[in-house]
């Protein structure tokens, strides 16, 4: 399996997460510049977390715009998948791969922390059964208030494309006020996902979590199955 992770002025995750892959998992993964225009065969693209462009304008805005971000439309188009964590989330749904938006924490503050997320059953692979019915992953950011309509709220539960919930009891609105709690989503073919807690950086046994793991491992999953 070959794995593609993308790399904009900014990223902050993205040796990390090529590292997680070789070292981790022990697959083939590499760095793709933002201007270049193709990944070759890759069954995964990854778009990391980070900083792109500064987050200027608004997260992930700028980096939409970059030459590679049609190579990853057309990927997803032919059924390839697509992972956008953290920064790379902001991104895809900057670029309307992912419907809805990511505006600032109401909290007005940068959140850094361990967060409880409640599983939902999304695909054959992302479910309870298979996560588990909770997960405690990394959260690192400024702007992550999942925010959308009440159309698109009503299909994103009918087509069963949430990912993931901020736990109710940690939720509160001291991570970041999203909207129904959503924590991550897929789009309605479930080639595109996109989540704003940090699987990569819980996946090491020095980690108080290591459940990062089981949703690197659905993602794969689900990728080698195409």
Request: aromatic residues 8%; charged residues 25%.
């Amino acid at each position: 399996m070959k794995i593609a992770v993308l790399q904009f002025p900014g990223s902050g995750s993205d040796r990390d997460t090529v590292d997680v892959f070789r070292h981790g998992l022990g697959l083939s993964a590499e760095l793709v510049w933002h201007k270049e225009t193709g990944f070759g065969e890759a069954d995964l693209v990854v778009l990391p977390g980070g900083f792109a462009f500064g987050d200027y304008l608004r997260c992930g805005a700028i980096a939409s715009h970059s030459p590679i971000m049609q190579a990853v439309k057309d990927h997803a188009d032919r059924g390839g998948l697509v992972l956008g964590i953290g920064n790379g989330f902001q991104i895809l749904c900057e670029a309307g791969l992912l419907p809805g938006a990511l505006i600032e924490n109401v909290s007005l503050e940068f959140r850094s922390e361990t967060v409880a997320l409640e599983v939902e059953n999304a695909t054959e692979t992302w479910k309870r059964s298979t996560l588990g019915e909770a997960i405690r992953l990394p959260v690192a950011h400024g702007k992550g208030n999942y925010q959308a309509d009440d159309v698109l709220l009503q299909r994103l539960e009918e087509n069963h494309q949430i990912l993931f919930r901020y736990d109710e009891g940690n939720f509160a609105e001291k991570v970041n006020g999203s909207v129904k709690r959503i924590a991550g989503i897929r789009n309605e073919a479930g080639t595109v996902f996109g989540m704003m807690p940090h699987p990569e950086r819980a996946m090491e046994r020095f980690h108080p979590s290591q459940d990062g793991r089981k949703v690197i491992e659905a993602i794969l999953q689900l990728a080698s199955s195409r």
